[in-house]
């Protein structure tokens, strides 16, 4: 791997720092974790992640399968090779090699594949996330929008309006977009703040049709997501937009372009919905909730992360060394992952979205001043 050149990445006090010759993949990658990572140029603080120039041909002898990533509930595991204090890890599904030590990572693409951009991303996100967790922070799975520095944060499972109601809100004016699929909740000096963590969306067909206007330049190409801004803007003029609503992956940056709206990096948290879709609810519904349901759903909607110190990951290893994951043995002590939420003096409402929210413009200034009352 040569020198290249190197991003520092920071997000609150974890540290990562990228290195690689493809200046269009710092590009991409500067465009897709801001601005909820700072982005500068050059500097190797915190651990290093290398990323190599030409792609390999697959060939990893794994000997046993290791903890990787964190995918809402569960720990994606990888087939690894240990040898002599390195840990190598291969996915041909993903198209992608890395090599593992402490305080580095070295990731590869398999020749044949083109997922490279969106892995480093990744890996990038899991150093970062796992030093954020253990000083206390926990991640959510909810969307999130800024209106006029106060936060308000959607949490559900999957497929329960969480992007298509921040999307409109923030299409309408009223808000810009902290989140689409994953918050970052930590204590401050009293109160609660919740930052984006940056993520690939996936767009559903659904969310396309609920919102035809504000999806009209998705250019036709595969893979849109691997694209810088600039490259998605001249893909359309190329080869057109879709016709058809279907499932799309988007970066976030992609996502503001389509939706003519900013990102906030973080704001005070002051009112959580615990978000679902009801075709009977006509615009929205909204119910006040108690203390104890609101700490069972910020446990039900953690995102990824288990609570028992001896579910540690890769990412752990290269950060703080010890025993590699899995290994005989008893495991070193860790902080709890999945550090319990003080909601004291957030709002929280199960929140109940209709069909007919996003028909109307109007819909989510009534949702916002529902929600956050005062503002």
């Not at 209106?147 to 499972?157: I, L, N």
């Not at 803007?233 to 988007?250: D, K, S, Y």
Request: proline letters at 8%.
């Amino acid at each position: 791997m040569g020198r290249g050149r190197a991003l520092s990445l920071e997000l609150g006090d974890a540290r990562v720092a990228v290195r690689s010759d493809d200046e269009r993949l710092l590009e991409w990658l500067a465009e897709a974790l801001a601005p909820s990572f700072s982005v500068t140029a050059g500097g190797e603080d915190g651990v290093v992640v290398e990323v190599g120039s030409e792609p390999v041909k697959a060939g990893v002898r794994a000997d046993r399968l290791l903890p990787c990533f964190a995918l809402e509930s569960q720990l994606v595991q990888m087939a690894a090779q240990v040898e002599r204090g390195r840990i190598v890890l291969e996915d041909p599904d993903w198209g992608i090699r890395l090599a593992l030590e402490p305080g580095r990572v070295r990731i590869w693409e398999l020749e044949g594949h083109g997922i490279l951009r969106s892995v480093v991303l990744r890996v990038v996100r899991e150093l970062a996330l796992t030093q954020a967790l253990a000083r206390g922070a926990m991640q959510l799975h909810a969307s999130a929008v800024d209106v006029r520095g106060h936060g308000v944060a959607f949490a559900g499972p999957k497929e329960a309006g969480k992007t298509t109601t921040a999307a409109w809100i923030v299409a309408c004016g009223i808000a810009s977009l902290i989140a689409n699929d994953r918050v970052l909740a930590s204590r401050d000096e009293g109160r609660l703040l919740i930052t984006g963590v940056p993520t690939l969306v996936v767009l559903r067909a659904g969310t396309i049709e609920r919102l035809p206007a504000q999806f009209r330049t998705i250019p036709d190409v595969e893979r849109p997501v691997r694209l810088t801004l600039d490259e998605y803007l001249a893909a359309g003029a190329v080869h057109g937009f879709i016709r058809e609503p279907r499932q799309v992956p988007l970066s976030p940056p992609q996502l503001l372009h389509e939706l003519g709206a900013s990102a906030s990096r973080r704001a005070p948290l002051e009112c959580l919905a615990l978000i679902e879709l009801d075709p009977a609810a006509g615009e929205f519904d909204v119910e006040p909730r108690g203390r104890e349901e609101a700490a069972r759903a910020a446990d039900a909607f953690s995102f990824g992360w288990p609570s028992r110190p001896s579910d540690r990951t890769v990412f752990d290893w290269v950060l703080n060394g010890g025993p590699i994951p899995g290994s005989p043995g008893p495991e070193p002590d860790a902080p709890n992952r999945v550090a319990p939420v003080e909601l004291d003096g957030v709002r929280v409402v199960r929140l109940r979205v209709g069909p007919d929210f996003t028909r109307s413009p109007a819909a989510p200034r009534r949702l916002i001043r529902s929600l956050v009352p005062d503002r």
